[in-house]
């Protein structure tokens, strides 16, 4: 088996080992076992120094996480990492593409590194939720201080090259054919005495402890509830606090503890969930993308200026147009404004955003759509104006090109009426600010064929997003689960919340921002109108839009905002909330945050049932991932479904009956799904998982 893993070479008296675990060589048992017998037999064979490359795209991704829930096969890392401190010959890594978690562990337990200008070197572990654990936090603060190692260790940010030869942790890097180059390194090297890192002190001896707990405590403020991050500093700290060994016990204690804890599942269930998404159940393998060199995007508003500025920054030619030159020059002038933003706090160059600007282009001339390989449609949500306009596309557009809308409530059947070509019809739902956002919905219509499909999720990974397909319907997925939080939160404010009671608990949670304070940031005129259109009635919501209360755009919504647009408190939000409660004669009560965290999620777990039983989405994990990406819900907590299921499902039921019981929310009454599963003793991830298989 183990030769299969790896390739053993010889230049000479200098031995080359290779990785070859395709796509991106994770450190499998066969490859594990492949090192350490590969390393004895270079030993053997009088081998002067060892390369270590990894063949195909990459040096290594690192660990196969699918191995954790197994029993453990010998060797382990460490045993592997044994076998290389202790040769007598000099091991040293080339690394080309990614060297990752486990894979740069390896590469540090190294003699030394070399790597190609292209590399990029990191330790993500504290984005699956654990640490890395086969030393990267004892070796990596020998080799580049403390506080270096903390940084990359604790964001899990790679780093490219160049900054890592800067950091100190790559000898060299090497132009042209990696393995030559690295075999010539080593020659030249012949002579050289190196120190492993697990022996160096320079770098550690003597480190400002206090210095060290400041950085630390400014990087864990900005990762909310998350755990892995804490550990990482944990982990770190003792390398400049303990001996080699001590420290490794120490790093060993905090990747057992979060491997096996809540917050780790999540953030893997939403890390391999983010590829099986991209799985379309029921979609011909065969089924190819149809190519697109250039884009159209009509509307230069929020929406579009941001779709199109996704183009660019993915270096793809865009035109947007419009209906007018001074909305034109008004939407240019944002995505320019948008970029300077970019450059001013050095996040692009001078130079990138020449390239990304000059992708852009704008016109309120239709002659332009003859030149689309794709239309995406981002003007305002009216039915009427959305059927006009693509009729005129389909009248412009070469046939073959695919149609997509940006609406996120109407329905793209409706729009794929107005044309001829309603196989090619699809909506793209992207999420504002859209040159942020990675989540892309993409609406499967009646007619859409898999053609259609497959072009627009080839377009949205080629422009950096998440896709997932959903089936049309109102709101489609996210929006239609969000949505139904409305009623509890009224009901909450009712009976004794506070909107900033509701936020402080979900964010608390880790929501990026609660649902009163993100009413506000989008506008609560556009709930009222969606509410309105729908027939719908929030009496609460309602009273404060109707005091001209917009949310940040007016200064008040829910709360309060000064000129820095910081949120506080309003009395007379309060005043009103309790003048309500009187009139409804609710009397007020303390809510238990935890009773506040299970009313706004389980309407939305109750739909996201519904939506599953509909088919509108496919799977559990398709409503976890966009979650994830587009509504500031944290990875480390899962997603709505992952969460229900943590819970179980017959909670779940009983909960939903309870309140849909106490609050006269039809909402809640336990879709028809979660009454089977909590029979049966089922999950939704497992229904997943039937499915794909
Ligand atoms: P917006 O009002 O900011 O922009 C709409 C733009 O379309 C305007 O600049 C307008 O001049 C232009 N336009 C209108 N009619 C046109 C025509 N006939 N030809 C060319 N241009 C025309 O609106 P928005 O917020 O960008 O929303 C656009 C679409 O995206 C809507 O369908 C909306 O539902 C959807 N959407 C919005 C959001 C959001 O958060 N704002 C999120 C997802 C989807």
New binding site residues.
């Given amino acids: 088996m183990e030769d299969v893993f790896i390739e053993h070479g010889r230049d000479g008296d200098i031995h080359v080992l290779r990785i070859a675990n395709p796509p991106v060589n994770t450190l499998r048992t066969g490859v594990r076992a492949g090192l350490h017998a590969g390393i004895a037999a270079c030993l053997k064979e009088g081998a002067r120094a060892i390369v270590l490359l990894g063949s195909g795209r990459m040096f290594s991704a690192g660990a196969e996480m699918t191995e954790f829930n197994k029993p453990r096969q010998p060797p382990s890392l460490p045993e592997v990492f044994d076998a290389i401190e202790t040769s007598r010959v000099p091991v040293i890594a080339a690394i080309h593409g990614s060297a990752l978690g486990g894979g740069l562990e390896l590469a540090l337990a190294c003699h030394a590194r070399v790597a190609s200008p292209t590399a990029s070197l990191g330790l993500p572990e504290v984005k699956r939720g654990f640490v890395p654990g086969a030393g990267g936090t004892q070796r990596l603060p020998r080799l580049i201080g403390g506080e270096a190692a903390l940084r990359m260790i604790v964001t899990g940010e790679p780093v490219a090259a160049a900054e890592a030869q800067r950091l100190g942790f790559v000898d060299a890097v090497l132009d042209g054919p990696l393995e030559a180059a690295a075999i010539a390194w080593a020659r030249e090297n012949l002579g050289r005495s190196f120190t492993l890192a697990r022996r160096r002190e320079d770098r550690i001896k003597g480190a400002d402890l206090a210095a060290f707990d400041a950085a630390a405590a400014a990087l864990l403020k900005r990762t909310r509830g998350q755990e892995s991050p804490k550990g990482c500093a944990i982990a770190v700290r003792a390398a400049l606090t303990h001996p080699f060994d001590d420290g490794l016990a120490v790093e060993r204690e905090q990747f057992q503890k979060l491997v096996a804890g809540e917050q780790s599942h999540a953030l893997r269930h939403i890390f391999f969930g983010e590829r099986e998404v991209a799985r379309i159940p029921g979609m011909p393998a065969d089924t190819l993308p149809l190519p697109v060199k250039r884009a159209v995007v009509?509307?230069?508003?929020?929406?579009?200026g941001g779709i199109a500025m996704s183009f660019a920054n993915h270096g793809i030619p865009v035109t947007v147009?419009?209906?007018?030159e001074e909305?034109l020059a008004r939407?240019l002038k944002k995505c320019e404004a948008n970029w300077e933003r970019s450059l001013a706090s050095g996040k692009l160059t001078q130079d990138d955003y020449a390239k990304r600007r000059a992708l852009l282009s704008g016109t309120t001339d239709w002659d332009a759509v003859k030149q689309a390989d794709i239309v995406i449609e981002?003007?305002?949500?009216d039915m009427a104006?959305k059927q006009e306009?693509f009729a005129k596309l389909d009248a412009l557009a070469r046939p073959g090109v695919v149609l997509a809308s940006?609406?996120?409530?109407?329905d793209i059947d409706a729009i794929a009426g107005a044309t001829r070509r309603p196989e090619l019809v699809v909506g793209m739902?992207?999420?504002?600010p859209a040159n942020v956002m990675r989540l892309l919905e993409i609406v499967r219509g009646k007619a859409s064929s898999w053609e259609a499909i497959a072009t627009a999720m080839d377009v949205g990974r080629r422009i950096g997003k998440v896709n997932v397909v959903v089936g049309n319907c109102d709101g489609f997925v996210g929006n239609r689960m969000t949505g139904k939080r409305g009623f509890q939160l009224e009901r909450l404010l009712l009976e004794g919340a506070l909107p900033q009671d509701v936020d402080r608990v979900m964010e608390a949670y880790g929501m990026a921002m609660g649902p009163c304070a993100t009413g506000d940031l989008?506008g609560l005129d556009m709930g009222a109108a969606v509410r309105k259109a729908r027939g719908t009635v929030a009496p609460i919501a309602d009273a404060i839009v109707a005091r001209g209360r917009f949310g940040q755009k007016t200064g008040k919504g829910w709360y309060l905002y000064d000129d820095k647009r910081q949120r506080q408190p309003d009395p007379e939000v309060q005043a009103l909330i309790e003048e309500m409660s009187a009139q409804h004669q609710v009397a007020r009560r303390r809510i238990e945050d935890a009773e506040i965290l299970e009313r706004m999620l389980l309407p939305m777990v109750n739909e996201g049932a519904r939506i599953l039983e509909e088919g509108v989405a496919s799977r559990a994990i398709d409503v976890d991932v966009i979650f994830a990406n587009g509504f500031g819900w944290p990875a480390f907590r899962g997603g709505p479904m992952f969460w229900a299921d943590r819970m179980g499902l017959k909670a779940v039921r009983d909960k939903l009956a309870h309140y849909a019981a106490t609050t006269n929310d039809p909402n809640l009454k336990p879709a028809a799904l979660i009454e089977r599963l909590a029979a049966e003793g089922g999950s939704f991830t497992a229904i997943g998982q039937k499915k794909a298989a």
């Fill in positions: 009509v509307g230069a508003g929020t929406m579009g147009l419009e209906q007018s909305a939407g981002a003007v305002f949500e104006v306009i940006n609406t996120s409530t109407l739902h992207f999420f504002s989008g």
